[in-house]
């Protein structure tokens, strides 16, 4: 008892209500157990006020922690929703770009597709116009031959001679409407077109035509009417001034870059100085429509195939260094059928 009433003293002095508690539950057992009624009834009553106290205040801190938790809960749930509502934001915004880039993407290659389309029909009709006009330059030289065969009363020739004129000028008519022709057909107009040649000119030369590598030349399909024109400047400028019989080769083969050809044609004709010398002598003013719409090709194909074609000119010599004629090495693009 003594010990006990020191012990709840501190506690009451410090305020320790739990320890204040166990102390009065204490003094209340020991104080009835000596019979101490009013001393017991005393401490009965410390021990249930300090029961309430302490029940009052496990409430309060139970409901404050409650009161805590759930602002906390309240806050986490504000963050999640601001968080919610920004990344809303940045997606909808992000959707919003990507709509926005994918429809100029596609308006940008619509128009593009459209430019390229007008830029290809554009080539294609600059490509026909310059096919039209070779035709009737073609078509003028070879009426001026028919007349000179008519005029000098030889009327076998010039029946021969209109025979092939017809067939050639069949096949022009034929492949005229057309972008490209297999190479055998090209390679038929040739040789008809050389003899012609052969015969307007009295046999001034002989000529041959060579395709190497190539197995089958019906599924190469060409430009028509590119390699004439330099067969003809090889005749009129390189065989025509040389004395005695002249050749010509035409040889095509498979071109180092894809998709071309390689067409050599060489003569032995004078050369290219030489032919530059008489030019200039005879102060010529005709300008070969032919060399210039075929360039103009030339030019338009490379434009719409990115394909490298174009003609290269080599002088060739003799041993002795002498001019022996001229090559020119033609790239022509083809497609496969």
């Known amino acids: 008892l003594e010990y006990a009433t020191k012990a709840y003293k501190g506690a009451d002095e410090m305020g320790v209500i739990p320890l204040k508690n166990n102390i009065a539950d204490m003094l209340m057992k020991v104080n009835k157990a000596l019979g101490k009624m ?33 602002q906390t809960a309240q806050k986490e749930e504000e963050i999640k ?26 308006k940008r290659l619509k128009q593009q597709s459209r430019q390229s389309r007008l830029e290809t029909e554009k080539l294609q009709l600059e490509q026909r116009f310059l096919r039209q006009q070779m035709n009737p330059h073609f ?17 076998y020739e010039a029946e021969r001679y209109l025979s092939k004129f017809a067939g050639l000028i069949r096949l022009i008519l034929e492949n005229s409407a057309q972008s490209f022709i297999p190479l055998t057909e090209e390679i038929k107009s040739l040789q008809l077109y050389l003899e012609l040649e052969q015969l307007r000119f009295s046999k001034k030369f002989e000529f041959s035509i060579q395709m190497e590598e190539i197995d089958e030349p019906e599924y190469f399909l060409v430009p028509p009417m590119l390699v004439q024109p330099y067969v003809e400047n090889a005749i009129i400028h390189g065989i025509m001034h040389k004395e005695g019989m002249g050749h010509i080769k035409v040889s095509i083969k498979p071109g180092q870059v894809a998709k ?23 102060k010529s003013t005709h300008k070969s ?21 174009g003609a290269t000119f080599t002088s060739l010599n003799d041993d002795k260094g002498n001019a022996a004629g001229t090559r020119v090495d033609l790239v022509i693009p083809y497609e496969e059928e």
Do not use: H
Not at 82 to 105: D, E, K, T
């Open 38 to 70: 009013e001393d017991a009834l005393f401490f009965a009553e410390v021990y249930i006020a300090t029961k309430d106290s302490m029940y009052q205040e496990e409430k309060t801190k139970a409901m404050a922690e409650m009161e805590t938790k759930y």
């Open 81 to 106: 929703k601001q968080r919610l509502v920004r990344n809303g934001a940045i997606l909808g915004a992000m959707l919003i770009l990507i709509l926005a880039y994918a429809f100029y993407r596609a």
């Open 139 to 155: 078509i003028f030289n070879s009426m001026n031959s028919i007349q000179g065969f008519i005029s000098s009363n030889n009327t």
């Open 260 to 282: 071309t050809l390689l067409c050599c044609i060489e003569d032995d004709g004078i050369g290219m100085e030489k032919a530059q010398e008489l030019k200039k002598e005879r």
């Open 289 to 309: 429509m032919g060399m210039q719409i075929t360039r103009d090709r030339l030019s338009q194909l490379n434009r719409e195939l990115n394909a490298g074609a």
